[in-house]
């Protein structure tokens, strides 16, 4: 049976203000479910709070709206369950880099089978427009009034010292390559994380900031094994910002070093009569 | 009452192999055909400090140590110092002729003492020091005339990774209980002769619980660890490919519990266990447990607190805050098993009734219940059957689009597992609608509130049908009784048996399940009551509160305990003859 763009849509009414990146992001997604044609029954989306968190609600595939900050556990909990699934989290800035940073560089260094899409727009959107760990310093929003006194944080530079295996970053003024990121990212075997910069058109307005200055990897030949270049270029953030994917490795995925996991999924197994007298010679 | 009660106590160092010493002798026992409950007591440090292990053995089953020692094994000095105090007349103390203490104020105090070199024999042997322990265990079973091939064959066992290791401390244990025997002959203190092996477990607690979570098809298990629930994590590490469990430490309680709520969504029956500050982290994810309507099992094994507290000493502070974590109204179940079988029972139960009521489920434990051995009857695998709930695997075969919130009599929705043919799964934190779409329609909140008081109902009659909600032991008819909650079961069963003795005849009501509250069960069973005695290892009588709340009823006494220490029986005995006074 083919997947169709049409079957991933749902009968919920998309509350995004108009302009809104995450309208990108999401036809992006589908564009690439379908383009790999992956049963919907086998994806499973994973969502937190904020403006991206009702991105579940718009595709019609399986998914967890979970609470603030914790996508990554969830997701982490799913694959083990059963690896057989397609598991892709998506949070914002907010969510991914202030509550939720605690997991990133863990499930980085895993290396779980999971895909992380975070939604960058440099600014609470839901909230109505407070400073996120994105946020440039100086500049003012409804809790930083007077200019944000803080440095931002640099995502990419984090998943690449934290030992992610797939770094990306797409912009969603672009969606054919944001399509592109998405595919390779699913295709990957391991954590992939992708930064999505993603205006707010309604709080933070930086498309044409990000349509002026980026320019994609792929096109100046940059090489995506090379790790210290991908560093490198995860700090090159001035009249040009790159997009694209700055570096990919193979290494084992978490589920490949449990051999618990070798098999049918952990969900499938027959659990009705299991037998513990083995574990008793502890207790003896 | 039984006729044998032998109490023993070893005392020493962190490092000096105190708990060891202590399992390896509560195994000895238990592999004798006796019955042991044995406490390990121990501040929160690796070197120094001071450690004991104090257990009473009987020929019949027990549950709780007794306050009064017949044996000290004094691997320090400091023991001496802080424990003579317990050693009944005429009790024994094992002391190394190296230390230097006042043998004759020990023998004022009535006494027994047997010097014995125990650093001399390990030099001898070249042994490390800590083996100074084994030779005491050897002293040990010859002043009780036990035979010395039991304890051998739990050195061989416990020790045996390491063969030279288990081999020397074998020959130490041997070399201590000669001597003994050359010096002041066999059974010196008591003769305690084993009896058949009727292949029962020493078993804590925490490795019930561990245990039970294995037998009802526990698939993946989260923990970051924190004393005292940390050995759940260390049994099931260990197992874990012996049972095709995933067992994970993450970086923090958090993701500790999203994790397993994540795996249970996706069809892999999920623990954690955890102790109050862990639990604290997790209150925001029960909640979204109970709105996502996803099963998960919690094990808050309490400690001594607030905050840090005493980490390695025992509490049953943490009762209405189990009964309240998170915000928001949902219903829960929350199991306070009262010893290590009832913990492994009572653990198969909750995973069951968590899928089957689609709801978290918190299993009450505490440091003297998960750290403390006892000996229990190996387990009656009948009785601990995995029930699964209303669950689609495979392929959802409704005529219908699948709804994951379906509205049903009994609020309980069918649910898929993702990846289930023809059914997508949306789960949703958020107030959702039938298809778990977000909505804050006004309506739509009304009934979806509604469909999760139905399952409370459920789960109310469910506990009010359950003989096991309530347990009411000793004197069916008396009109006192003692009420409590937990571990403190142990010491007020072994207090009935000496009150027994004594010709005073109480009961004791043990409410197992704290939520929902088996209110009719328990007016029926205090109908007759006129003297309500509560026991709580807790400062405000946390029980007392909510027998006021559902029952109408105060305690008429209290027996309240907050130093970190469980109840002995002793103490138990003494407020019931105030009581009956």
New interface residues.
Partial sequence: MTITLAQLN???TITWCPGCGNFSILTAFKRALVELQIP???V?V?TGIGCH??F??YV????????H??V???????????K??IVVGFSGDGDAYAIGL??IP?AARRNIDVKYVVHNNMIFGLTTGQVTPTTPKGVKTRSTPYGNPEEPLNPLALALVSGATFVARGFAGDVAHLTWLFKEAIKHKGFAFIDVLQPCYTFYNTYEYFRRRVYKLEDVGHDITDFEEALKKAYEWNDKIPIGIFYKVRKPTFEET????KGE?????D????N?????V??? | MGSIYFTYLIGGEAGMGVAASGRMLA?TF??GGYYVFGMIDYPSLIRGGHNFYHATVSDERIWSLHYNVDLIIALNKDTLDRHLSKLKKKGSIIVDSDIKYDKSALERQGARVFEIPLTGIVKELGALTVVRNSVALGASMALIDFDLEVLLSVIR?ELGKRKEIAEINVEAAKRGYSFVVEQYGKGVQCTIRPRSDN?H???TGN?AVA?GG????M??Y?AYPMTPASPVLH?LA?????????V?Q???E?????????????????MVATSGGGFALMT??IG?AAM?EIPVVVVLAQRSGPSTGMPTYTAQGDLRFALHASQGEFPRFVIAPGDAEEAFYLTVRAFNLAEKFQVPVIILTDKHLAESHLTVP??D?KKA??ERGKII?GKYEGSEEYRRYKITDDGISPMA??????????????EHNE????TADAKNAEIMAKKRLRKLELMQEEVENCEESVKVYGDERSPIAIIGWGSTKGAILEALKILEAKGVNVKFVQVVFLSPFPTRRLQTILKDVRELLLVENNVTGQLGSLLREHLLRAPDEYLLKFNGRPFYPHEVVSKVLEVVK
Avoid: C
């Fill in positions: 749902t009968k919920a919907r029954e086998k499973v994973i968190g009702k579940g609600d019609n595939v399986n998914s967890f709206h979970t609470i900050g914790r990554l556990p969830i997701a982490t909990g799913i694959k083990l369950a059963n057989e699934l605690s997991h863990h449990l051999p618990q996991l999924p952990l969900a499938l197994r659990i009705s009569d299991v513990i007298e083995k574990a008793y502890f207790l003896r | 195994k238990t592999r066992k292949g477990l020493v078993i490795e245990l294995l037998r009802a098809g698939k993946t989260f049994f260990n197992v874990q490919f012996d049972f095709d469990v995933v994970v993450p970086e923090n958090i993701a500790v519990i999203n994790m397993a709520i994540g795996a249970w969504y996706a069809g892999s029956r999920s925001e994810a979204q996502t190996a387990f695998l059957k995995v695997v597992f993702p990846g289930t043919l023809n059914a997508i799964v949306k789960v949703n934190s958020s298809y778990g779409f977000a």
